[in-house]
Nanobody, 119 residues
Framework: EVQLVESGGGLVQPGGSLRLSCAAS????????MSWVRQAPGKGPEWVSG????????YYAESVKGRFTISRDNAKNTVYLQMNSLKPEDTAVYYC??????????WGWGQGTQVTVSS
């Protein structure tokens, strides 16, 4: 059974930083490209960042480029999202999943981790 467990969210002031983690199990983690997706209150899901299976290629939405950094540790079956210079508009529930939409649908979604940026 695939499990994706996100953690590391919280309440932070604008300009602050958080590091999200996603612990994966139930599949060969190092074989899959992974993504972070967020959903703000009242809005649809928004792709945030992606990383290829080996970790050498990373991708970012324009809204987070230069502020967020995605990485992964295949030995620990974990993908990370370092978030710096946080803005109120980054407030959302953050989820990790396979980069492929069809695989993500098959695996299902974890509980996510809430990030709230507010003074």
């Amino acid at each position: 059974e695939v499990q994706l467990v996100e953690s590391g969210g919280g309440l932070v002031q604008p300009g602050g930083s958080l590091r999200l983690s996603c612990a994966a199990s139930g599949f060969t983690f190092g074989s899959y490209d992974m993504s972070w997706v967020r959903q703000a209150p009242g809005k649809g899901p928004e792709w945030v960042s992606g990383i290829n299976s080996g970790g050498g290629d990373t991708y970012y939405a324009e809204s987070v480029k230069g502020r967020f950094t995605i990485s992964r540790d295949n030995a620990k079956n974990t993908v990370y999202l370092q978030m710096n210079s946080l803005k109120p508009e980054d407030t959302a529930v953050y989820y990790c999943n396979a980069a492929s939409p069809s695989i993500a649908t098959m695996w299902g979604w974890g509980q996510g981790t809430q990030v709230t940026v507010s003074s």
